[in-house]
Nanobody, 115 residues
């Protein structure tokens, strides 16, 4: 199986920055896709950004130009640099890994942005 552990969430004022990390371990195969999703109170979980093993990325329109996803394949770790944070970015951020055999989730880390 695969284990994902997120870190780096917290409380920040609008306009501030946070960096999330997600370390993966277990049976990880090459060619996987790692990503970040978030869920605000009362809303469905939504895609924030994904990055493939080759480095190509996709972002939600709402975070383009403010968030940057990156990965260290040697460490099986994915990062999310979040700049110019807005109150609407508040939510629980979940790390996801998709590969042959399944899709795996971390436990989530809370990000709160005050106005």
């Amino acid at each position: 199986q695969v284990q994902l552990v997120e870190s780096g969430g917290g409380l920040v004022q609008a306009g501030g920055s946070l960096r999330l990390s997600c370390a993966s371990s277990g049976r990880i195969f090459s060619g996987n896709v790692m990503g970040w999703y978030r869920q605000a109170p009362g809303k469905q979980r939504e895609l924030v950004a994904v990055i493939r093993s080759g480095g190509s990325t996709n972002y939600a329109d709402s975070v383009k130009g403010r968030f940057t996803i990156s990965r260290d394949n040697a460490k099986n770790t994915v990062y999310l640099q979040m700049n110019s944070l807005k109150p609407e970015d508040t939510g629980v951020y979940y790390c996801n890994l998709q590969q042959v055999g399944g899709s795996f989730w971390g436990q989530g880390t809370q990000v709160s942005v005050s106005s």
